[in-house]
């Protein structure tokens, strides 16, 4: 069955950057495209990005541009959301998410961002 | 940038009766809609894509409906483990995909 198996919890400061990995197995994994997912506390989802493990070609959500990178190693079935100049208002949940193309159709189990100086 | 909304923000709602969560589109995003349920402390599950057809897995009393800019997720027959929160998710026109807000289904 298809698992996303995310990295742990991170604490950052303020300006600082963070690198969250996604595993992925189960599946062929440069089949499926991986997008990256954020919520903040009580908040609703947010989309960030997405990218193609493929060809690695990514698109990010406007708002992230700049401060996103997403990568993958096909060698290792996993993908990598890197995050950086990070702000109090990026603390949250950060989720990758697979799918055939365009729909989230399986979830990683989240990855806490805690950024507090 | 779409905008969704949702209505209500929150549905109380008895076991055994009928749900009805509405979604909105800032513009047509054609039938390319999805839906997701979470759970307090989990991540989403993709309920309903295509705007109407169930995901892998998903019961029968989970339907969707709709195009353009209006749309409907009903659940026929509440049960104890459908009282969750859920989203609706346009992927028409992206960069960016963008989600509605939510709607919490709580017990009445």
């Known amino acids: 069955q298809v698992q996303l198996v995310q990295s742990g919890a991170e604490v950052k400061k303020p300006g600082a950057s963070v690198k969250v990995s996604c595993k992925a197995s189960?599946?062929?994994?440069?089949?499926?495209?991986m997008h990256w997912v954020r919520q903040a506390p009580g908040q609703g989802l947010e989309w960030m990005g997405i990218?193609?493990?493929?060809?690695?070609?990514?698109s990010y959500a406007q708002k992230f541009q700049g401060r996103v990178t997403m990568t993958r190693d096909t060698s290792t079935s996993t993908v990598y959301m890197e995050l950086s100049s990070l702000r109090s208002e990026d603390t949250a949940v950060y989720y990758c998410?697979?799918?055939?193309?365009?729909?989230?159709?399986?979830w990683g189990q989240g990855t806490l961002v805690t950024v507090s100086s | 940038e779409i905008v969704m909304t949702q209505s209500p923000a929150t549905l109380s709602v008895s076991p055994g009766e009928r749900a009805t969560l509405s979604c909105r589109a800032s513009?047509?995003?054609?039938?390319?809609l999805a839906w997701y349920q979470q759970k307090p402390g989990q991540a989403p599950r993709l309920l309903i894509y295509?705007?109407?057809t169930r995901a892998t897995g998903i019961p029968a009393r989970f339907s969707g409906s709709g195009s353009g800019t209006e749309f409907t997720l009903t659940i026929s027959s509440l049960q104890s483990e459908d009282f969750a929160v859920y989203y609706c998710?346009?992927?028409?026109?992206?960069?960016?995909?963008?989600f509605g807000p939510g709607t919490k289904v709580d017990i009445k």
């Open positions: 990218i193609n493990p493929s060809g690695g070609s990514t």
């Open positions: 513009q047509s995003v054609s039938s390319n």
């Open positions: 295509g705007a109407s």
């Open positions: 998410a697979s799918g055939m193309v365009a729909t989230c159709d399986y």
């Open positions: 189960g599946y062929t994994f440069t089949s499926y495209y």
């Open positions: 998710q346009q992927y028409n026109n992206w960069p960016p995909e963008t």
